[in-house]
């Protein structure tokens, strides 16, 4: 048996039938130059006789892509297949992909039919089709939980008829990989004829077992997987090109097949089917989501840094990504706190690493992101020169309809001095109070807040500037409580002027 797996892309037909993830021409043209580029065998383009515009897309990719095989899907019906088969025309090779449902449920409760009817209009579909094409493939619909001995029946009459590939689809989600896999052993092993063609698995994640059933049809003969960008479909989608193509790669060794996917294209590829399709990745989502090689916990960080595969079982290169992410989070420790500096530049003592690093922890505590920013700040918080004069407590009690008070109590050369002060505003009553402790005459010249990054939980920047006896002095604080902020940058800049003697 060949040891290569056909990868065939239905983003365009299957994933596209999420609602909200229409795409026009153009924007369906880009993403089938990218499954181009990405390497995928086949491209499902659409389904012709559903509508003039997607007639007319499947027309515009057969024109623009010049070696993925373009297929187009139908019912078993002749108008349908008629259709297909015109739109096809400006393909290089193109496939028509008919079927129609096998499982009891289908020929009973929605084609009101019985096996017998269904079985010759499976054959005739495909004789039909083959008119038009040499490469026809045939799907029977809701196989997951159709009866095998019918299952193997049909194909293997859809085989004698000439369907070159055939389709077993687990159309709702329901298969367990061990059945899944089963059912194609089963007809491996009494199909007669099986290997004039190539089986497909096409499955469905109703219950998150798309991946796992795709790779059992694999293990058990299937040499064509149907599968979407980011994993998108009808309802809970289906399985997700990453995820097959990935686990042949890093499982070479046990499995033994080979895609011909251009893996460094996947997250591209998946960056642009997310935007076009306004269909964002789940973060955790396998292979393509943010945090798919983002680590944020301590020992994690530790064991990656100490070596990758630590905790990583791909190189984030082969899927595009340019490196694994060590997020600062309070679950870190100094490792990935060391590493973040060093990235930025700092070569901190292990004294001083500790230092800041217990600042990190408080403000990582407050806040779910921490950025270069911050650490910066707080690298420079350490490392600042002692201050004479130090904030040692602040209350404020403000809100609408109250006149704001500031509490402040201020350690100078190691001795506390407290002062209370309304204000026109929080930070206003907070100046006054620290003035009253610091009798200087200075004046606020400029007074800038700036919040660092973004969200509520930000760190909020404020840059003061005083005048003092004609001179000007800058001061900088920085904290999540921007009252704080604003009394340390003006603390900041006093502590600059000159000392009374
Ligand atoms: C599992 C899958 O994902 S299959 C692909 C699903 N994608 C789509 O359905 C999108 C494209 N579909 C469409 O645009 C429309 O449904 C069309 C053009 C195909 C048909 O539209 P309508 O003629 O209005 O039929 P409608 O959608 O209401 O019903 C589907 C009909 O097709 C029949 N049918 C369904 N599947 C098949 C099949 N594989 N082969 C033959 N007939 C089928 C149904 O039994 C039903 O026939 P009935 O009206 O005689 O009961
Ligand atoms: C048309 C077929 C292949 C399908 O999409 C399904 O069965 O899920």
Known sequence: MSDRLFIFDTTLRDGEQVPGCQLNTVEKIEVAKALQDLGVDIIEAGFPVSSPGDFESVVEISKAVTWPTICALTRAVKKDIDVAAESLKYAKKGRIHTGIGTSYYHIHHKLNSTPEVIMERAVEAVK?????????????EDAGRTDNEFLAKV??????????????????????PTEFGEKIKFLMENVNGIHKAVISTHCHNDLGMATANTVAGIMNGARQAEVTINGIGERAGNTSLEEVVMIMKSRYQVLGIETGVNTKNIYQTSRLVSTLMNMPVQPNKAIVGRNAFAHSSGIHQDGVLKNRENYEIMDPTEVGINESAILLTARSGRAALKHRLELMGFELSKEKLDEVYEKFLKLADNKKDIRDDDIALLVGDATQQERRIKLDFLQVLTGKKLEPVAIVRLDIAGEKFDATSSGNGPVDAAIKAVKQIIHRQVTIEEFLVQAITRGSDDIGKV?????????????????????????????DAVNKLPVQV
């Open 128 to 140: 039909y089709a083959k008119q038009y094409v040499e490469d026809v493939e045939f799907y029977a």
């Open 155 to 176: 194909v293997e009459a859809v085989i004698k008829a000439g369907a070159t590939t055939v389709n077993i689809p687990d159309t709702t989600g329901y298969c367990l």
């Open 463 to 491: 840059h003061m500037q005083i005048e003092y006896n004609d001179s000007i002095f800058h001061g900088f604080g920085a904290h999540t409580d921007i009252v704080t902020a604003s009394v340390e940058a003006y603390l």
